[in-house]
């Protein structure tokens, strides 16, 4: 049943029709939950709060099915607004995007222009910036155009999917760049051809990788709310005698709050992955694939009322 149900949201998060239809009726059915509203200001302002808290953040302004170079354009205006406000509020956060809102799937040429903007933002206000890393169609342009930028700019990393077959062969043609990488074990739905089928594997591929970029000397950034993930990462540290300043872990926003608060209490860097904006619909999809007692929350959320 479980999934069944992760099946169909993830088909569900590449739907245009109701993606347009979420933009329009805006932050309903439990998106909140997960979602730091949907302008610059909403998002400064949870930014702040997990501050506060002794937590670091990186910040999404979510967009996905870009189709014209005018969207891609304001896409990448609002990460240069955000950087801003990272910079005006002294907030102590990166930047998190996507290629195909920088708008992969129109050109390369314009993805290029609009990263360089955001990258030279980010250079001058001294904010980290991460591609993050989409469905396995898109996972060669955005390794390629992640090599090219950084031979330009320091400022820049990006995301490492677990399930993918070829992500070992990716770790170690990577390591000649020296990469800030965020490991993740994926949240798209894939062929069998090219990731694996069963969470054993997964598991499996996961601690390898992090094995293997830890040990390689790099920053990494474990990216899960996995448990076991979590103590082997702990395991490794001691064993290995890793420096807290190599590594961090990474969780999303909304999601197993209490466990973010006590690695931040242990004296572990918490990252707090932030997105926010109107196109939020595709993110909440997956979300509600990756945890589907997540639908549980969502349905108390919008009938409980």
């Known amino acids: ?10 088909f569900l ?9 979420a933009k329009k009726y805006g932050l ?3 998106a909140g939950r997960f979602v730091a509203g949907e302008s610059v200001e909403n998002a400064a302002k949870v930014i702040k709060q997990l501050n506060q808290k002794g937590m ?56 290029m222009e609009n990263m360089r903007k955001i990258l030279a933002a980010g250079k001058r206000h001294g904010v980290f910036v991460t591609i993050d890393m989409e469905d396995y169609e898109r996972c060669q342009k955005t390794i390629d155009i992640f090599k090219e930028l950084k031979e330009e700019y320091d400022n ?13 062969g990716d770790i170690e043609e990577l390591n000649a760049y020296h990469p800030n990488l965020r490991l993740v074990k994926g949240a798209y739905k894939e062929s069998p051809k090219v990731a694996f089928p069963d969470k054993q594997d997964v598991d499996e591929n ?12 790099n920053y990494t950034a474990i990216a899960t709310h996995d448990d076991e993930m979590i103590a082997y990462t702990k395991h490794l540290e001691k064993e290995h005698g890793i420096p807290r300043d190599q590594f961090e872990f990474q969780m999303l ?16 860097k918490m990252r707090v992955y932030v997105p926010y904006g109107t196109d939020w619909y595709g993110y909440f999809m997956r979300r509600l694939a990756e945890r589907p007692a997540n639908v549980a929350f969502v349905l108390k959320g919008v009938f409980g009322k």
């Open 156 to 168: 820049i990393g990006t995301v490492i999917q677990a399930y993918l077959y070829r992500t070992v």
């Open 206 to 217: 996961y601690k390898k990788i992090i094995k293997m970029h830890l040990l390689n000397g």
């Open 253 to 268: 926003y909304g999601i197993r709050v209490e466990r973010q608060e006590e690695l931040t209490a242990e004296g572990y």
């Open 28 to 30: 309903r059915f439990g």
């Open 1 to 10: 049943m479980e999934q069944i149900l992760r099946n169909f949201f993830l």
């Open 13 to 21: 998060s590449k739907n245009k029709f109701f993606t347009k239809l």
């Open 56 to 111: 670091v953040v990186t910040v999404d302004h979510l967009g996905e099915f870009i189709d014209s170079e005018q969207e891609a354009r304001q896409a990448a205006d609002e990460c240069v607004e955000m950087i801003e406000k990272i910079a005006e509020h002294q907030l102590d956060s990166q930047l998190s995007l996507k290629m195909t809102s920088m708008g992969l799937d129109i050109s390369e040429a314009l993805v």
